[in-house]
């Protein structure tokens, strides 16, 4: 690979704290985002760097990048995301969209009162963990949902298998008896694999889990059948602004999967699947948040049933006064029968 300008100046922005976003629109016109705020910076670029930026991005990823294959979502060295469009759709230079992972923040212990969370909600989510409810993170564009989902990941079982799925990888954790899968496209003769190719296969590689990164298409169906059919502990995002929302989202891909399902069947579907959801927002000073855990708790006519069991309020998150359905399986995976009293 080419060493160019624009690798020196991702160095050095690594160097800064508190970075989570690098936008390139043009050669002259670069952001950074830091802390939620979006920054100008004075960098300016060559059209030549960028062009060589990009087909070295291609070559790293194994893809193609160019005017038959104008987007590419792939990862950097440092498992950085990045997103290019070329210049043929764009205002006549590739636009470079690279998301930098906060890399020091690998468990809860690492960052006391991540995402607005104190130590006794901290662990409650730990035991969504340890008792293998299936959990969906829901968050709009650049919460943190994937964070937070490498941050759940860290509390599994050493002793389980986990078999995750991305079309880009984003997911970061330890882990010792996992299988990363990454989806690919079609390119010239080979036909690649979409992340529902690889949902269904990996149903025949005895997972104890599936992680899918995020879920946008067909998929949906797939995972919702692994949740019902015995791997609980599987965990997702999806793009949505609340629980409800994320629940309509969810009927929608369901529908993209190409199964014509009445909406009392649909909705039975996810509502016995999926057990937590977990918003993920940014308050009004920008920071990353838990806005809400919901329980999916059942079914009432077509009605799929949630109850809040915590909220961010302005004196931090707290406890609803709702206990969870499923407070049983909680406490015998180690949540004191006095949490509710307490919290």
């Not at 002259?28 to 070295?56: A, H, S």
């Not at 038959?68 to 990862?75: K, Y």
């Not at 440092?78 to 020091?104: E, F, M, P, V, W």
């Not at 006519?301 to 359905?325: A, C, H, N, Y």
Request: hydrophobic share 40%; aromatic share 6%.
């Amino acid at each position: 690979m080419s060493r160019t300008k624009i690798h020196d100046f991702l160095d050095e922005i690594a160097k800064r704290a508190g970075i989570t976003e690098v936008i390139i629109n043009r050669p002259d016109n670069i952001f950074v985002e830091k802390d939620g705020e979006l920054i100008k910076l004075e960098t300016k670029f060559r059209d030549e760097e960028i062009e060589l930026f990009c087909q070295d991005v291609a070559e790293l990823n194994r893809k193609a990048f160019g005017t038959d294959s104008p987007i590419l979502d792939g990862n950097l060295a440092d498992g950085s995301r990045i997103n290019l469009i070329h210049k043929d759709y764009t205002n006549a230079h590739h636009a470079i969209t690279i998301r930098k992972y906060l890399k020091s923040i690998k468990t809860f212990a690492d960052a006391p009162g991540i995402f607005g969370l104190s130590d006794e909600w901290v662990s409650f989510l730990k035991l969504l963990v340890k008792s293998r409810m299936n959990v969906v993170i829901s968050g709009g564009t650049g919460v943190g949902k994937t964070t937070f989902l490498n941050l759940l990941l860290q509390e599994m079982d050493s002793k389980e298998r986990v078999i995750t799925i991305e079309d880009t990888r984003e997911l970061q954790f330890n882990h010792v008896n996992t299988v990363r899968l990454e989806a690919r496209p079609p390119q010239g003769m080979v036909q690649g694999l979409a992340i529902r190719d690889l949902l269904k296969n990996t149903l025949r590689m005895r997972p104890d889990r599936s992680i899918v990164g995020e879920v946008r298409g067909g998929e949906v169906f797939d995972l919702l059948q692994a949740m019902n059919t015995g791997h609980e502990g599987s965990m997702t995002s999806v793009h949505a602004n609340s629980p409800a929302e994320s629940l309509g989202r969810l009927e929608n891909l369901f529908l993209l999967s190409g199964y014509d399902l009445p909406l009392k069947a649909l909705r039975y579907q996810i509502s016995s699947a999926v057990d937590y959801i977990i918003q993920i927002k940014r308050n009004k000073n920008g920071e990353r948040v838990v806005q809400q855990v919901t329980e999916i708790a059942g079914m009432e006519g077509e009605r799929i049933l949630m109850q809040d069991i915590g909220l961010m309020k302005d004196d931090g998150f707290t406890f609803t006064g709702m206990v969870p359905s499923n407070v049983a399986k909680l406490q015998k995976a180690g949540l004191p029968k006095d949490f509710f009293i307490n919290t």
